[in-house]
């Protein structure tokens, strides 16, 4: 029998992109990606693991802010090329702005605003870097 993993249609990069959404309210908190072992790692868990392009390794969503991913549901679109997780969301917080999610720019009269408070400052989160 094939892993659940073979049937994921990976790109050439071997991502695929991943919704979290929140169980609660159903918002769209963001886009993230995922590799093999990130999604095995997130079904055997219960908590979002994700590939960072631009770091090029494996994180658990929550290992340095606390804002952990609790998973309830796995889902796979019907091209099998997206995942959708449905969360929830320790400490409200999915956006390293300190926000509630990552799609807080709104288009407005051609340009791009922010329509979505800060909740914390990234500073108390993460620390200076």
């Excluded at 959404?21 to 693991?49: D, I, K």
């Excluded at 590939?51 to 606390?66: D, I, T, V, Y």
Aim: proline share 3%.
């Amino acid at each position: 029998m094939p892993s659940f993993l073979d049937t994921v249609r990976w790109n050439a990069d071997g991502l695929v992109p991943a919704i979290a959404q929140e169980a609660g309210s159903g918002r769209v908190l963001t886009l993230a990606w995922m590799n093999r072992e990130s999604l095995e790692r997130t079904a055997a868990s219960g908590e979002a693991h994700y590939w960072s392009r631009s770091r090029r390794k494996l994180w658990r969503k929550g290992e340095s802010s606390g804002h952990v991913q609790r998973v309830r549901e796995i889902r796979l679109d019907c091209d099998d090329d997206a995942i959708l997780l449905v969360v929830e969301q320790v400490g409200g917080i999915a956006c390293h702005t300190g926000r509630e999610r990552c799609f807080h720019k709104r288009l407005d009269d051609g340009a791009w605003r922010d329509a979505d408070p800060v909740l914390r400052d990234p500073k108390e989160i993460y620390g200076d870097d």
